[in-house]
T-cell receptor, first 115, second 116 residues
């Protein structure tokens, strides 16, 4: 069965500092991996996705993620966080990137930014 | 583009009553829609997958008679929580996959259900 683990429930970083959110997955076939951000009152927004090719993926809002098959990881990074990045972040895995494919989500990481 | 709305955004109902939540794709057609449930500080748990014009596929452990899903058009899916109980209180999120399946699914803002 597929699963996603986000080991960090809550992370606090200073504005301007770098960020790394961890994600480990378990999937029996080629994984399609996603990072979403959830802000209060808004739907989940896709930050980036990976399914093949370059293992370093660039997303919106200055985020990037690196796929490491040997570690079954897909960690999200940002070199310098902004106060507006405070939100809940979810890693997800699916069998394709198509809109009719169901996704399995991790438990999320809440990001707090301090001035 | 690619906006999904949910109505209502929050609802309070009494135990034993039923409540309907709507999920609409505003600017695209969605053959497939998903319903998720999110508990506080927990992940999104997929409840069911609905395809326009056919019966929904429920995930294991989800009571189909309690959580009725209808996907009668390419822009609307509804989730009805029947005979609601306090344990049904949760945050319900829908997502929609554009017809043709060539892009990712888009998520609604969620509906907070409180059963008293």
């Amino acid at each position: 069965a597929q699963s996603v683990t986000q080991p960090d429930i809550h992370i606090t970083v200073s504005e301007g500092a770098s960020l790394e959110l961890r994600c480990n997955y378990s999937y029996g076939a080629t994984p399609y991996l996603f990072w979403y951000v959830q802000s209060p009152g808004q739907g989940l927004q896709l930050l980036l996705k990976y399914f093949s090719g370059d293992t370093l993926v660039q997303g919106i809002k200055g985020f990037e993620a690196e796929f490491k098959r040997s570690q079954s990881s897909f960690n999200l990074r940002k070199p310098s966080v902004h106060w507006s990045d405070a939100a809940e972040y979810f890693c997800a895995v699916g069998g394709s990137y198509f809109g009719n494919e169901k996704l399995t989500f991790g438990t999320g990481t809440r990001l707090t930014i301090i001035p | 583009g690619a906006v999904v709305s949910q109505h209502p955004s929050w609802v309070i109902c009494k135990s034993g009553t039923s409540v309907k939540i709507e999920c609409r794709s505003l600017d695209f057609q969605a053959t497939t829609m998903f319903w998720y449930r999110q508990f506080p500080k927990q992940s999104l748990m997929l409840m069911a997958t609905s395809n326009e014009g056919s019966k929904a596929t429920y995930e294991q452990g989800v009571e189909k008679d309690k959580f009725l899903i209808n996907h009668a058009s390419l822009t609307l899916s509804t989730l009805t929580v029947t005979s609601a109980h306090p344990e049904d209180s949760s945050f319900y999120i829908c997502s929609a996959g554009p017809t043709g399946g060539v892009t990712e699914q888009y998520f609604g803002p969620g509906t907070r259900l409180t059963v008293t």
